[in-house]
């Protein structure tokens, strides 16, 4: 009678390990697909020219971003706004260009140079 008992006290209250259920392991964050443009069309080339322009910090991550175009899109875009004076630069390194807003302040620079050739 007493083995009973002590049989009946050593067995867990729950049933086996094997038959426990099996941890599901979760797949990870999923980032969502960035649809950025891959050319420009109208309404986002002149908004590029209308508020670039005024941004303190241009960078192709700040286009890429604002504008939602596509990266080579927004180095290019970058290129153009510098050929027309409208940004000027600031650190020019091959991964990454960091441009500014031209002020009036550039310009007279710009004038006074050329004044003293």
Do not use: C
């Amino acid at each position: 009678m007493t083995h009973d008992l002590a049989k009946a006290a050593a067995k867990p209250t729950s049933s086996g390990g094997g038959k426990n259920k099996k941890k599901k392991w979760s797949k990870g964050k999923v980032k969502d697909k960035a649809n950025n443009a891959v050319v420009f069309d109208k309404t986002t080339y002149d908004k590029l020219f209308k508020e670039a322009p005024t941004y303190k910090l241009v960078t192709p991550s700040v286009l890429v971003d604002r504008l939602r175009i596509n990266g080579s899109l927004a180095r290019v875009a970058i290129r153009e706004l510098a050929a027309k004076g409208l940004i000027r630069p600031v650190s020019l390194h091959k991964s990454q260009l960091i441009y500014t807003r031209a002020t009036k302040a550039d310009d007279e620079i710009k004038k006074e140079a050329a004044d003293e050739e």
